[in-house]
């Protein structure tokens, strides 16, 4: 299928996009309609590709009967979010690459402002956009690197013994130390997956994860460059709208530990595992309980 250029009249004479959208879908049919009709309003040239994991609910045939100018990728399996990404970048051509979730709806002017802020910044490894949920509060999204310390305190059971040092450790991880709350912009270490603007040349998710700890990654391989966020314009943002569920959270503790292994060693990735048991099957459990 061919390459999509959106086009909104201002340079009638440019052919090729600059910037690459590259969406990977898994079950997400009404929200990537959501996004991809929100995009076919953006303000520059886009190629835009979608990469749908196997989905069952008719993702990909709507995809074809509406957005045939979009180019869609058909792997015949679920690569999950990092290898579906990689996958995405591999066929893209622009000279700037975003990582954009199905369940967002970007305004018009959003990717104008990344690719401006970019080029007018080439010292910067990437940047993002603040997120907002669909009632208009702002996401938690952009951090510092997670220390050990960090993922000791907030992903096993030792947060409900440590409750004021696991207060510490997400106030200085989160910025909030510094007073930050997301309405301005800022330099931050690590931008969240689901709107990850990088040099396409630059972008690539690790071959180890699946889901999670992606944004952790990248920005560890990439730690001294700069990545900033933006604080307008917002982008409404579904979080999770098909990662609730026991299946998701499994993967979330198996994605934890590969990024311990990776960055902190087997030792310390044994002692998260084993401190963390608890906790994923207290969320498994209850994620699996009926209602009422």
Wanted: proline share 5%; net charge neutral; glycine share 6%.
């Amino acid at each position: 299928m061919g390459v999509q250029l959106y086009d909104a009249g201002r340079c009638p004479e440019v052919t090729a996009a600059r910037i690459s959208v590259i969406i990977v879908n898994y079950n997400g049919r009404d929200d990537l309609r959501r996004c991809l009709t929100a995009l076919r309003a953006a303000t520059i040239l886009a190629e835009v590709i979608v990469v749908d994991n196997a989905s069952s609910d008719g993702s990909a045939g709507m995809v074809s009967a509406e957005f045939s100018e979009i180019t869609l990728l058909e792997p015949g399996k679920n690569l999950y979010f990092c290898a579906g990404n990689n996958y995405g970048v591999e066929k893209a051509s622009g000279e700037y690459a975003l990582l954009l979730n199905p369940d967002t709806v970007p305004p018009p002017d959003a990717l104008e402002t990344l690719v401006n802020f970019m080029d007018s910044h080439p010292d910067y490894a990437g940047a993002t956009m603040q997120l907002r949920y669909p009632n208009g509060d702002i996401q938690r999204t952009c951090s510092r690197i997670p220390t050990y310390t960090y993922l000791l305190l907030t992903q096993t059971v030792l947060q409900f013994m440590f409750q004021s040092a696991r207060k510490r450790a997400e106030n200085h991880h989160w910025y909030y130390d510094e007073g930050w709350d997301r309405t301005t912009d800022f330099d931050v270490e690590a931008i969240p997956g689901s709107c990850t603007l990088m040099r396409r040349e630059d972008l690539r998710l690790s071959d180890h994860l699946l889901l999670y700890f992606n944004e952790d990654d990248l920005a560890r391989r990439f730690r001294g460059r700069k990545f900033r966020f933006l604080a307008a314009p917002p982008i409404e943002h579904r979080e999770k709208s098909v990662t609730r569920s026991a299946a998701a959270t499994r993967l979330y503790f198996r994605d934890l530990i590969t990024y311990c292994t990776l960055h902190h060693g087997r030792i310390r990735a044994a002692l998260i595992w084993l401190l963390s048991r608890p906790l994923e099957w207290a969320i498994r459990w209850r994620l699996r309980k009926p209602a009422g």
